[in-house]
């Protein structure tokens, strides 16, 4: 006993001992706790990305990526305890996958001078970059994805909403109310009928919720929900023989988790995505011969591929092209997080860049600037296809309702200016 | 031979009633007031603050407001959590619409409003008697969390329902928002928690204390001797949601400084105090502080072992982390039923007559 505790010890010193590498990265992931399911393939995909850089390329630039994982379990006060640990440790930038988490850094990290990358959730008016210098969400927001959900009603119609009815069904949450006021914006512009359905956490009971879209028979039904609520709720849209075609989820509400439980009842069900699906990128191949073949894989090793772990792979992806960027700028290889800020504001994603990332066509392509943090807003609508077992793309990538949009980010992040006092400007 | 009463004579009738009787006990308690007034502030870091000092301190203040109702008036509470969320949105209403005034008075008027509302969850107190009255508080838990999720009113209609707290002040000095020194901070909370801990400790010796733990042992036999239970009982809801408002205004204001209801003060929350009292020890002011030390920091102490310590995978330690606090808990409990603040009481017993005992 003595000995394995012995031997334990000192794997971990040994296994700790990468510690000395240059370049920190920080993983605020859950494996556990009620959204395990949804955050353990994006915890893979974003570790797998960044031992890949270190075994393929030696690194970024030459310094080896250290990555500090630290377990939240979706909960804001191990939010803290995590993000004061790494904080001492020269972290680059932050993703906190959480919503919650997200809105107690921005004033946090912000003092700290350390960025944060909410992508695709988080605080949406953060696109406003004179007002949060620190704070990134590129590539699309949830109102970017609102809005795109909502275009895509509009292609399928003939350009033509009105007199229809559409439902939210939400998580009761902050992160389940960002994108209301966007699709009250666009229910008045193209005059549908928007109803609203807060499910609370966790999400396990809906039952009310599906009776009441069951009676008002609503046309369309939009999710935003995460975790275990994404299966409850398709198993109940299933349950109410609710067309799947008409039902679609937000990218936190497209994840193979969510679908397979409904089994082939499942099919035809839709998600907004901001970046591809699918493993067939030759980044993939990379992975399998220096990170699964080398006994490197994150966690169980058994995600590879799936829409999360690609989002995970995407936002590794977006940091390590931001440091790139801010090495270039700089001049140095060892980069602060200010320095890290730098990259990420002028970072510029094109199709070349990816396609020789072994990522052609994954994601949209958008320029960062301190006026917009939040990309173009560029989403996409995919499809399960249930007897294949996997997603495919149905639509391109489509811009958002930007005249709907940039208003509500002017007035929210005007607030959020006004509350602390903050001189919008780029300097 | 360290603990004892002997040679310690009271000449006066108020040497004979202060709270610390025994002279070890008393300079012990000097002792860790003075390292925590004078010590602690000069060697913290925003880490050992953010993640270990204000959690301790404003859990203790949670734990002493519950253990107040449960420990010493007997009135079981699931409703923590609900107070707490009452307690930081009273906060965050009066440190928006008045900017100016000192964030100090903002805290001790939230836990005022507190106490009204709890009064008003307590009046089914009056009729309704241990489970049945766990159910009636879990009913506040959840009216009160819906209510401030509902209402937009509560936060000040922001898109997403967060409350955040703005930079606020106590004698020029900022102890909310981000740019906030981690000594004022730390010091804040200290004297909350001093204070709340001295009128607790105050009122359940005196006459107060006196009547709740009456209500408690029986409460019948309590109305026979004279007590009222219409005012021991509300007064228990009163002064313990006052303070539970305290702990919550600082748990939003300080502490985290955004909140979601439902993540926040959901059901776990007062889970998590009962667990506090039940584990430190009902009716026990001490027991309230060891019960908030051992939830709080026991996870934070177990995560930096494994995971910084021995480089374990962060889910397996987290798992472990499960595992061991709840073993702890249970072994905690079969071996001492009264708490730690039982096993701290055994221990000064046991001081007493070292090294001769017979």
Redesign the interface.
Same mark, same amino acid.
């Given at each position: 006993m003595k000995r394995t505790l012995i031997t &334990? /010890?000192v #794997? =971990?010193?040994m #296994? /700790?001992a990468p510690a000395m590498a240059e370049l920190t990265f920080t993983a605020l @992931?859950y494996?556990?706790g009620p959204y /395990?399911a949804n955050g *353990?393939p994006f915890a893979d995909g974003y570790q797998d990305y960044f031992t890949l850089l270190n075994e393929r390329d030696g690194g970024i630039g030459g310094e080896m990526v250290n990555l500090l !994982?630290? !377990?939240t379990?979706y909960?804001?006060?191990k939010g803290?305890?995590c993000y !004061? @640990?790494t904080? =001492?440790e020269g972290a680059l930038v932050y993703q906190p996958l959480s919503? =919650?988490i997200t809105?107690?850094l921005?004033?946090?990290a912000? /003092?700290?001078g350390i960025p944060v990358h909410s992508m695709g959730y988080g605080?949406? @008016?953060a696109k406003n970059g004179e007002v949060f210098r620190n704070i990134f969400n590129y590539p699309a927001n949830y109102w970017d994805g609102a809005s795109v959900g909502i275009k895509h009603l509009l292609d399928i119609n003939g350009g033509d909403l009105s007199g229809k009815k559409v439902a939210l069904v939400y998580h009761?949450? &902050?992160?389940g109310? !960002?994108p *209301?006021?966007t699709l009250e914006e666009a229910a008045k512009k193209h005059g549908f009928e928007l109803s609203l359905l807060?499910v $609370?956490?966790p999400g396990q009971e809906q039952k009310s919720q599906w009776l009441q879209i069951r009676r008002d028979r609503p046309d369309y039904v939009l999710m935003w929900g995460w975790g275990v609520m994404n299966q409850v709720a398709i198993q109940e849209a299933v349950n109410i023989r609710f067309p799947m075609e008409n039902f679609i989820g937000v990218w936190w509400s497209g994840s193979e988790n969510d679908v397979l439980p409904a089994g082939e009842k499942a099919h035809g069900y839709k998600a907004l995505t901001f970046h591809n699906v699918g493993d067939d990128f030759p980044v993939f191949d990379d992975i399998q011969k220096y990170v699964v073949d080398g006994g490197k894989a994150a =966690?169980a090793g058994d995600q590879i591929g799936t829409a999360l772990y690609n989002r995970g792979l995407y936002a590794a992806m977006l940091a390590a092209e931001a440091a790139k960027t801010a090495q270039g700028i700089h001049g140095v290889s060892d980069i602060t997080p200010a320095q890290m800020r730098d990259g990420m504001e002028n970072l510029v994603i094109t199709e070349e860049k990816m396609a020789s990332l072994g990522l052609p066509g994954f994601g949209p392509s958008f320029n960062v600037s301190c006026q917009n943090h939040g990309g173009d807003g560029m989403v996409a609508v995919s499809q399960w296809d249930a007897n294949a077992g996997k997603w495919s793309l149905i639509t391109d990538f489509v811009q958002s309702d930007q005249d709907i949009l940039n208003p509500l980010i002017d007035e $929210?992040s005007a @607030?959020f200016a006004a509350?602390?006092?903050i001189t919008p400007g780029c300097n | 031979m360290f603990y004892r009463e002997a040679g310690d004579f009271k000449t006066s009738y108020q040497d004979d009633n202060q709270t610390f009787p025994i002279k070890f006990d008393r300079y012990r308690y000097y002792a860790v007031l003075f390292a925590a007034f004078a010590v602690i502030p000069f060697l913290v870091n925003d880490y050992w603050v953010n993640a270990i000092f204000l959690p301790f301190l404003i859990y203790s203040i949670a734990a002493i407001g519950l253990n107040i109702l449960v420990g010493y008036c007997g009135q079981v509470s699931l409703g923590t959590g609900g107070f707490m969320a009452v307690g930081a949105y009273a906060v965050y209403k009066l440190m928006t619409a008045f900017p100016d005034v000192s964030f100090a008075i903002h805290v001790v008027l939230a836990g005022g409003v507190t106490a009204i509302v709890g009064v008003m969850f307590g009046l089914p107190s009056l009729r309704i008697k241990g489970f049945y009255l766990a159910v009636a508080t879990l009913a506040a838990q959840f009216f009160l969390v819906w209510l401030f999720n509902r209402v937009p009113w509560f936060y000040n209609y922001s898109a997403s329902g967060q409350i955040n707290a703005p930079v606020r002040t106590v004698f020029g000095v900022e102890v909310t928002g981000p740019t906030a020194e981690p000594w004022a901070v730390y010091l804040f909370c200290l004297v909350f928690l001093t204070l709340c801990a001295i009128i607790a400790r105050n009122l359940t010796r005196g006459s107060v204390g006196r009547k709740w733990m009456a209500i408690r042992d029986m409460d019948i036999a309590a109305e026979i001797i004279g007590v009222n239970p219409l005012t021991a009982k509300l007064s228990a809801f009163a002064v313990s949601s006052f303070f539970v408002g305290i702990s919550g205004a600082l748990f939003f204001g300080v502490y985290l400084g955004a909140v979601e209801v439902g993540e926040a003060f959901g059901i776990n929350k007062s889970f998590l105090v009962l667990f506090m009292i039940i584990i430190g020890g009902l009716g026990s002011i001490f027991g309230s502080f060891a019960g908030a030390a051992f939830l709080v920091l026991l996870p934070v102490l177990l995560k930096n072992v494994l995971v910084s310590g021995l480089g374990w995978p962060t889910d397996l330690a987290a798992h472990l982390e499960f595992m061991i606090v709840g073993g702890l808990i249970v072994t905690f409990l079969i071996l001492e039923p009264h708490g730690l603040a039982q096993l701290w009481r055994v221990a000064k017993e046991k001081l007493r007559l070292w090294p001769f005992p017979h």
């Open positions: &334990a /010890a #794997a =971990g010193i #296994a /700790a @992931s494996r556990t /395990a *353990i !994982e630290c !377990e379990g909960n804001t006060e803290v305890e !004061e @640990s904080k =001492g919503t =919650g809105y107690q921005i004033p946090k912000t /003092a700290d605080r949406t @008016s009761n949450s &902050a992160y109310k !960002e *209301i006021r807060p $609370d956490h =966690g $929210d @607030s509350e602390n006092n | -």
